[in-house]
């Protein structure tokens, strides 16, 4: 993200808790209790985004680990693109060992 697009978002916030606070005196409310209830609105809507962005974190749903997760798929295609044949085939029966010694395994742990 962008300086810019920061300032952009903090002079939103601010812009939508100032449209709050004059909402809510058109609606009737006392200065007091419209600058009370702005401020929970933004809070509330604060701790929302908090849940979200955590939600994320947790998931591994961010940007930059989907960004690296891309990356890391693009150089194997890359390498498996290289291989020659005998060498793809190669790996391929290296795979399928593996894969048989797993099932081997799991068996023999039941």
Do not use: H
């Amino acid at each position: 993200m962008r300086r810019i697009d920061v300032v952009g978002i903090t002079l939103g916030v601010f812009l939508v808790g100032g449209l709050a606070y004059l909402l809510l005196e058109k609606i009737g409310l006392d200065s007091m209790s419209a600058g009370i209830w702005s401020q929970v609105l933004l809070v509330g809507a604060l701790i929302v985004w908090l849940v979200t962005y955590l939600t994320r974190v947790l998931g591994q749903n961010m940007t930059y680990n989907q960004q690296l997760q891309d990356y890391k798929e693009a150089v194997l295609q890359k390498r498996l693109e290289e291989l020659t044949p005998e060498e793809l085939e190669k790996l391929q029966t290296e795979i399928e060992q593996e894969n048989q010694e797993g099932k081997v395994q799991k068996k023999a742990n039941c």
